[in-house]
């Protein structure tokens, strides 16, 4: 069985600090992990991935993901957060082995000014 | 616009309709999805087709019915719906290789009266 797990419902960001939305997972072998981003009413857009190679991986919009296999995580961070970062963040595991992806249950982003 | 475009964006349906979701893709890729979003909850994977081919029902009721003539189109039959089934019903696609992410469309919010 595979499972992605998104600790905190909520994460709550003064604008200029950096940010971190934790995200870990479990599958067996070595999965795709995915961040995607919704805003209201509005579908995911991909943020990044991580495929093999460099653990910290660089995306859009200045985020980034640090992978970790010892810890099985693949944390979500930004530097400086932006109001306009205010979002859904959904963590997501696709197995070597199949395409059907299988998303965490979403953190809430807020970033006040 | 992502390159997968859902129709209609809103739906209010009663009980006893019969309606048809509608998702158009593009971007030439051969797998399509749907996706139940609902709030507070995970997001749900429904139905994965692969080239055409359904490859993935998870256990759906019947009262939905997808419908994949060509790898650009997908549809989601609906028929005597529960108000429980009101929810955002997403669309992606993707290639087939499991290091491609999904591209989804926006969504169509459904209430079911």
Redesign the interface.
Known sequence: AQSVAQPEDQVNVAEGNPLTVKCTYSVSGNP?L?W?VQYP??????LL?Y?TGDNLVKGSYGFEAEFNKSQTSFHLKKPSALVSDSALY?CAV?????????????TSLLVTP | ETGVTQTPRHLVMGMTNKKSLKCEQHLGHNAMYWYKQSAKKPLELMFVYNFKEQTENNSVPSRFSPECPNSSHLFLHLHTLQPEDSALYLCASSHTDPGSGYTFGSGTRLTVV
Request: hydrophobic share 30%.
């Open positions: 795709y995915f995607y009413n509005r579908g995911l857009q991909f991935k495929i959904f696709r197995p070597r082995s199949g395409y059907a992806l299988n998303f965490g249950k979403g």
